[in-house]
């Protein structure tokens, strides 16, 4: 292996969220606990990244960034060579994270009162999102079919109430990492058409596939849609670069872009420097790390599942995509509260707790797995005897 995923890097201390906000998020302080919530990795970020910044504060010039056509055309390069999707560099703009160009694209396209719709369980700050801008939550429950997630559309269609502008996807989705076939994605821009909403796909995991395993574009999937499709993904989850803060917008309709302009000017600025610098370095020539660290992980969700599938009423949805597991303790028969404090406070192991990503997440904890293996393997032992003695 060329590079290091095994060694664990000095994080508590370090402004860390993952390892930070433990205490105050969990109530537990103790420098044993191992996190597996926040997604971030735990591995240090790809040598080519490393290189370009170190190059970029040696040049000692902090100013506004300017010219943003050479990293326009690196992300398109990545975009192609990676995933076959092709796309004009002009139709990339930058945000403050992705969360903030979702914003964009609420503010633009709908008012306060208006539905913006979730498949739940879904990434929390969808909804964090939506509500702080004055909009309504609409979840459309995904429905577990042969162990993995299904949209119900039909079940969606015949409860719009008329207030929704915009359907959110998540693809690959987080929770549970599930890749949208072409044939999921066509129906969903099928649906938005008939409904006249805008589509935004998520796709910050897009780069997290499982070797062998194909993302698919939303917008290679429904190209008769483009009108109403918005993309929104970024360098941060893939790189372990989210700190930088620093989302990519995709927007293939000039009618969404001239819409966006304002709200773009209003909300996004310049783009982050040390962001630019990190995509451009990342985008250009980190194609070996990533093959490298999604072998890694993959391997890791081999062992998680396998181990964690062998205590009696735990079950780990299978997946090919994210470091972001879904794992059903619902078999248990215990409550919320208790899963969280069986894992936080006696395995000390952190997960994100089910219930925050909506309908359908009770009964459920999801798990980080971008950890050093050794790590994992700690956490899963903890895990074994945390909830092995259940059944
Ligand atoms: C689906 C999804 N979108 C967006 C984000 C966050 O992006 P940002 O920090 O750039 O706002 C995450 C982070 O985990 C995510 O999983």
């Given at each position: 292996m060329a590079f290091d995923f095994d060694t664990p890097l000095r994080l508590r201390g370090n402004h860390t969220s993952k390892y930070d906000n433990i205490a105050k998020t969990f109530g537990i302080d103790d420098p044993s606990a191992i996190a597996m919530w926040v997604a971030d990795m735990d591995f240090k970020a790809a040598p080519v990244i490393l290189d370009a910044m170190r190059a970029e504060i040696d040049r000692g010039y902090c100013g506004y960034f300017g010219n943003t056509v050479p990293v326009d055309e690196a992300v398109a390069g990545w975009l192609k060579d990676r995933h076959g999707f092709e796309i004009d560099p002009s139709w990339v703009r930058y945000t403050h994270g992705v969360i903030s160009g979702y914003g964009d694209i609420i503010a633009s396209y709908s008012e306060p009162g208006d539905g913006v719709i979730v498949f739940s369980p879904v990434y929390h700050a969808f909804y964090r999102q939506i509500e702080a801008m004055g909009r309504v939550v609409v979840e459309s429950p995904l429905k577990v079919e042969n162990g993995r997630f299904e949209m119900d559309l039909e079940a969606l269609g015949a409860a719009l109430k008329g207030h929704e502008k915009i359907v959110t996807l998540c693809s690959p989705h987080n929770p549970g990492g599930r890749i949208w076939s072409v044939d999921e994605l066509r129906a969903l821009a099928d649906f938005c058409a008939v409904h006249d909403l805008i589509l935004i796909s998520d796709?910050?995991?897009?780069?997290?596939?499982?070797?062998?395993?194909?993302?698919?574009?939303?917008?290679?999937?429904?190209p008769e849609h483009v009108d109403r499709i918005a993309i929104l993904m970024a360098a941060s989850k893939a790189f372990n670069v989210a700190g930088a803060e620093t989302g990519i917008a995709i927007y293939p309709s000039a009618e969404m872009r001239r819409a966006l302009a304002p709200v773009i000017l209003d909300r996004e600025s310049t783009p982050n420097r040390y962001g630019m610098t990190?995509?451009?370095?990342?985008?250009?020539?980190?194609?070996?790390?990533?093959?490298?660290?999604?072998?890694?992980?993959?391997?890791?969700?081999?062992?998680?599942?396998?181990?964690?599938?062998?205590?009696?009423?735990?079950s780990v949805m299978d997946m090919n995509a994210t470091y972001l597991t879904w794992v059903d303790f619902s078999r248990l028969g215990m409550s919320d509260a208790e899963?969280?404090?069986r894992s936080v406070h006696e395995a000390k192991v952190i997960p994100s707790p089910g219930t925050q990503f909506g309908t359908g997440g009770g009964g459920h904890l999801r798990f980080n797995l971008a950890l050093p293996r050794a790590t994992m393997i700690e956490a899963i032992e903890r895990l074994e005897k945390a909830f092995g003695d259940v059944q």
């Amino acid at each position: 292996m060329a590079f290091d995923f095994d060694t664990p890097l000095r994080l508590r201390g370090n402004h860390t969220s993952k390892y930070d906000n433990i205490a105050k998020t969990f109530g537990i302080d103790d420098p044993s606990a191992i996190a597996m919530w926040v997604a971030d990795m735990d591995f240090k970020a790809a040598p080519v990244i490393l290189d370009a910044m170190r190059a970029e504060i040696d040049r000692g010039y902090c100013g506004y960034f300017g010219n943003t056509v050479p990293v326009d055309e690196a992300v398109a390069g990545w975009l192609k060579d990676r995933h076959g999707f092709e796309i004009d560099p002009s139709w990339v703009r930058y945000t403050h994270g992705v969360i903030s160009g979702y914003g964009d694209i609420i503010a633009s396209y709908s008012e306060p009162g208006d539905g913006v719709i979730v498949f739940s369980p879904v990434y929390h700050a969808f909804y964090r999102q939506i509500e702080a801008m004055g909009r309504v939550v609409v979840e459309s429950p995904l429905k577990v079919e042969n162990g993995r997630f299904e949209m119900d559309l039909e079940a969606l269609g015949a409860a719009l109430k008329g207030h929704e502008k915009i359907v959110t996807l998540c693809s690959p989705h987080n929770p549970g990492g599930r890749i949208w076939s072409v044939d999921e994605l066509r129906a969903l821009a099928d649906f938005c058409a008939v409904h006249d909403l805008i589509l935004i796909s998520d796709e910050i995991h897009m780069d997290l596939t499982f070797p062998g395993a194909t993302f698919v574009p939303t917008l290679i999937a429904a190209p008769e849609h483009v009108d109403r499709i918005a993309i929104l993904m970024a360098a941060s989850k893939a790189f372990n670069v989210a700190g930088a803060e620093t989302g990519i917008a995709i927007y293939p309709s000039a009618e969404m872009r001239r819409a966006l302009a304002p709200v773009i000017l209003d909300r996004e600025s310049t783009p982050n420097r040390y962001g630019m610098t990190i995509i451009k370095a990342a985008y250009s020539g980190g194609h070996d790390w990533m093959d490298e660290m999604r072998a890694y992980l993959a391997e890791n969700f081999r062992i998680f599942s396998a181990r964690m599938n062998a205590i009696p009423g735990v079950s780990v949805m299978d997946m090919n995509a994210t470091y972001l597991t879904w794992v059903d303790f619902s078999r248990l028969g215990m409550s919320d509260a208790e899963l969280l404090k069986r894992s936080v406070h006696e395995a000390k192991v952190i997960p994100s707790p089910g219930t925050q990503f909506g309908t359908g997440g009770g009964g459920h904890l999801r798990f980080n797995l971008a950890l050093p293996r050794a790590t994992m393997i700690e956490a899963i032992e903890r895990l074994e005897k945390a909830f092995g003695d259940v059944q």
